[in-house]
């Protein structure tokens, strides 16, 4: 069996996520929570963000525009597979080594329980995750996970 380049670091990531799910707390830091676009020519910085609040996590619009950022608390108690973002579950496929985050601010941890950060639909079949000082996660359309973590 030969594996890409793609699918050895969404192995990689997967398993180094599930190795940090349950670590430390949130250590992002203030921001504004507004969105930001990009406008195709060049990517501007979005502001960093504060820390989660696990009470009321930042979950974006119930049907998101694609092309538009959003604030979004990336559950990520028990490590990184899927998510629920405008109106539908996701699941991790790619992890952007290649890019560099567009999230201004110190690097985050992964949260105990959210990690703050921007989303955005691509398109309508890839979502992209981004935290401060992370590369970016892409997500594809997948089914509700059945084993829930809480």
């Given amino acids: 069996m030969t594996y890409t380049t793609g ?17 430390g707390p949130n250590g992002g ?10 406008d195709g020519s060049e990517a501007r910085p979005r502001p960093a963000l504060a820390q989660a609040d696990d009470s009321a996590p930042r979950t974006g619009p119930a049907k ?22 405008s109106g539908q579950w996701w699941r991790l496929t790619t ?9 201004a601010g110190d690097p985050v941890d992964w949260g105990e329980n959210y ?5 955005q639909l691509e398109s309508a079949k890839v979502a992209v995750f981004e935290a ?9 359309p997948g089914a ?6 809480k």
């Avoid at 401060?132 to 594809?140: E, K, N």
């Avoid at 509700?144 to 973590?149: R, V």
Wanted: hydrophobic letters at 40%.
């Fill in 7 to 23: 699918r050895l670091a969404a192995l990689a990531l997967g398993a180094a996520l599930l190795l940090a799910g349950c670590s």
């Fill in 144 to 149: 509700e996970p059945t084993t829930p973590c």
């Fill in 64 to 85: 998101a525009r694609i092309g538009t950022w959003y604030p979004y608390d990336l559950f990520s108690h028990c490590g990184i597979s899927t998510m629920k973002f």
């Fill in 132 to 140: 401060a000082g992370h590369p970016p996660l892409m997500f594809a």
């Fill in 29 to 38: 830091g203030p921001g504004e929570d507004a969105p930001g676009e990009r």
């Fill in 115 to 119: 990690t703050p950060g921007y989303i």
């Fill in 95 to 103: 992890l952007r080594t290649d890019l560099d985050s567009q999230v």
